[in-house]
């Protein structure tokens, strides 16, 4: 478990990566070298991922998502998983329980390159034994864990 001033640390970062060390340290009553050693214990033991900014991928020409279901060979699912992680149209994967073992999230300038990345690459390099593709027609809540 993470101490209050730690929240509070987060807490600021999840708002703006970029806030200042001195900024926090005024928040939290600490020193910068206070907060310097709290988020290097916070990176250490794992509570702190990454540092990243968040791009809209409408922006870049993104406006079709997509959820593939997908049925792995089950005798070929560590070769399929090597292979999906390498699809750079996939920005989420993830493996479940049911059906479909393995469930991503895709990208796609439009529909026609949709269907294009599936029956020319989808289907074509991976051993899938059955799919579903969901088009995501509306956001309604997408966000990150918060403290």
């Known amino acids: ?15 703006g990566a970029r806030t200042p060390i001195s900024e926090i340290a005024k928040n939290v009553g600490l020193s910068e070298n206070g907060v310097r050693y709290r988020l290097e214990k916070l990176e250490d033991e794992g509570y702190i991922k990454n540092y990243t900014v968040l791009l809209n991928p409408k922006k870049f020409g993104k406006h079709t998502f997509a959820i593939f279901n997908l049925e792995m060979e089950p005798k070929r699912t560590k070769e399929s998983i090597n292979k999906l992680v390498q ?33 020319n690459r989808l289907l074509y390099e991976l051993p899938i034994q059955n799919y579903s593709v969901e088009l995501i027609t509306r956001s309604i809540k997408d966000s990150i864990y918060l403290i």
């Open 1 to 15: 478990m993470v101490s209050k001033k730690d929240e509070i640390i987060l807490s600021m970062l999840q708002n």
């Open 87 to 119: 699809i750079e149209e996939f920005i989420k994967i993830y493996q479940t329980t049911g059906q479909y073992s393995i469930k991503a999230i895709g990208l796609f300038n439009d529909e026609e390159e949709l269907t294009t990345f599936i029956n």
